[in-house]
């Protein structure tokens, strides 16, 4: 293999030491004395490869290495250094490794590629501090507006639009951030899975095709409020009974859609929650995933059916809302087919898979053709201390990256 | 019939103007303004029968007719006057007014019975003031303490013990409001159902056959928490999707259970309650209520080997603990004999059924024989400003008290 297993081991560990939870894991959020640490690490790293780093009106840290191609379009790599408070080590920063050990290999091999490449690490994917999760991507796809930044405001209420003045960045002119279509051939990402599918089916690589369309829901169910003891079970209305059923029905709906479809009952609140009373509200949350519309579709029109049948005649009633829609989002054919002719060739075992999470890939859709790439996650752990992959694993994840990158920005050998 | 509707319907709407909330359901909480102007109103009522009027070191209000016998055991007639916050009419007060009528038509009619009785009107049954429920009656059978007193205070940190002194009763006193063994002949009670079992069996009158007994439970689910998107559903440990498919399955159980047996999930709390996070814990109480310990223990052991069952591989664990157990009690068969005869002779439409909530009955039930009649409540509803019951029900079941009452004193008619 091209790339170096110590080197992006030495990067994994070296940012993590940014943190502001040491023993309580890794909690590194956006505009911090933790931010700069690393921001510093990252371009004392990226300047060594010879490239040269600038930092965009968002505060993205981005290094550009030049290619043949006089004004094309640039190939852009890399993740988000952010972290979700007492995180993981690998949730972000495995991809900004990957970029990294990608420029570094190309330029100890003294590698020229036609189409320039521009490494990216992002802020404020995850929203931790500030609450505008994927901004660092949004705002290069135009998304982001000045009064938004003086909107967000962190637990202390300290805006978004001065955290960055503080840190020395132009808020005001964050419409400087946006890139043009047409200015950007490729965007590619790699991420830690999240997720215990790699880990589960022994692969080394999953080739995400799409990442999910996402259905948020609110159902509410109102029956009678009564006492435990006096109503006698056929002349009873209850809420949190109706509701058993409809969530025990609920994942049998996205088992039965199949090909990856998913679907959580996360939240539940019931009235009046006491021992001695027949519930007479219940409300919960249904978060429906699928890499496929139809399957989105079909789950909650069987959460629907089956509330109209299952109520019927029962004096409960339902109210189903939805709360948030949003619709799959396709990688790019040509990436995923070069990633799956890397892992060919590499002899790396992989699989195509949905991605259950957003990424910055999602939003960098809108302005070109991306790709991502997972590696396994242990026990599928994410957001929390326990997250690992093992860096081996990560490195052949670095590996087909670089490779794939070779490809896109068409590296002359 | 002997007792007269327009007295009865009178007691109930004169005890209603005792009341700290009005426009908002009725609320009187032991020994407060209220509970003195209802006690007041009794006083003048029993002495206008020409009944000994005194009240017992508890605060109970009791009324003595005396029998032909000497030293004869006493037949106790009556009910509590204390309400819930926010309350209705009828639960408690319609007992008292049964009680006040049986006295009225024996004195108009110059009836005597060879057994004395005694009317009394019980204080905090409902424990909305200061969490003492069934207070009244407990401290009867000898259940009430000194040092409870003091502990028990209201919500403005007002003691139990010093409520009463300050009301002009001896709370130091409290053990010589017990009553002993064999100076009770029977206990009988009239009150409203607070369900809706008779009205949608189109019954008059209810004989209570035993009050519930009761187990209530905490059951933990622990599964894994995880993301809603990065976990396919095969992989995942979902611990409200388990306890929804319990709840469910406890409803089930009651129902196969049978003989009014009723099983309720009144309150759950999942962990960690994100729209997007697998939950990880999930905690729910259930309450199981029959009249038949066997059924209780079905139920109970259902739960048990349902939770063994479904749990089994799934990496979902699971803990049930035991909260609290009250054994059925059964109201006595010859007080029960004597009112199915009563309904019959009256031509009313009754039932034996069990009581699903407790009553005082059910500790007088230590002392004495005990009986229970209920009359049908309005769409079952009670503890609430809308809790009704037609007077011209109430004055059946007052009928058929009275002549309970007679033939367990032994009227020489």
């Not at 300047?47 to 190939?75: I, M, S, Y």
């Not at 609140?269 to 007479?280: D, E």
């Not at 978060?287 to 109209?308: E, M, N, P, W, Y």
């Amino acid at each position: 293999m091209w790339t170096k297993l110590d080197r992006i081991q030495r990067d994994i560990e070296e940012l993590a030491k940014f943190n502001s939870t040491p023993g309580r894991g890794l909690t590194r959020f956006s505009l911090t004395a933790e931010d700069r640490a690393a921001r510093n690490y990252l371009k004392k790293e990226l300047l060594g490869c010879g490239l040269k780093v600038f930092e965009d009106a968002a505060g993205n840290l981005t290094a550009r290495r030049e290619g043949l191609l006089q004004d094309a379009p640039v190939v852009m790599i890399g993740s988000h250094f952010d972290s979700v408070k007492s995180g993981g080590n690998f949730d972000g920063p495995a991809g900004v490794a990957a970029a990294l050990e990608t420029v570094r290999v190309l330029s100890e091999r003294g590698i020229d590629t036609l189409y320039p490449i521009e490494v990216v690490a992002m802020i404020e994917e995850e929203g931790a501090r500030f609450g505008a999760s994927l901004y660092g991507s949004r705002a290069m796809a135009g998304k982001i507006s000045v009064a938004q930044l003086k909107d967000r405001k962190d637990s202390e209420g300290i805006s978004m639009f001065d955290a960055l003045k503080n840190f020395g960045f132009r808020p005001e002119d964050i419409a400087a951030a946006q890139r043009l279509p047409g200015s950007i051939k490729a965007f590619l990402e790699l991420h830690i899975e999240q997720g215990p599918l790699l880990e589960s089916e022994g692969l080394d690589i999953g080739i995400v095709g799409d990442i999910v369309g996402i259905q948020d829901l609110i159902i509410k169910l109102i029956g009678r409020q009564g006492h435990a003891g006096t109503i006698p079970m056929h002349l009873r209305a209850d809420a949190l009974n109706a509701a058993a059923r409809v969530i025990a029905k609920i994942s049998d709906l996205a088992v039965a859609a199949g090909e990856g479809t998913v679907a959580t009952v996360g939240w539940l609140s019931v009235k009046p929650g006491g021992f001695n009373i027949i519930p007479g509200e219940a409300e919960f949350s249904v978060d429906i995933r699928s890499g496929k519309q139809a399957h989105v579709d079909t789950v909650t029109q069987g959460i629907a059916d089956f509330l109209q049948e299952m109520t019927q005649g029962t004096g409960v009633q339902f109210e189903m809302t939805s709360l948030m829609k949003v619709e799959p989002v396709r990688m790019s054919a040509g990436i995923v087919a070069i990633e799956t002719a890397c892992c060919e060739k590499m002899g790396l075992k992989s699989r195509i898979m949905s991605s259950g999470a957003g990424h910055d890939a999602m939003v960098m859709a809108d302005l070109t053709d991306v790709g991502l790439l997972f590696v396994p996650s242990l026990a599928g752990r994410s957001h929390c201390p326990e997250e690992w992959t093992d860096y081996g694993q990560l490195q052949k994840g670095v590996e087909v990256y670089l490779h794939t990158v070779m490809e896109l920005a068409e590296a002359q050998l």
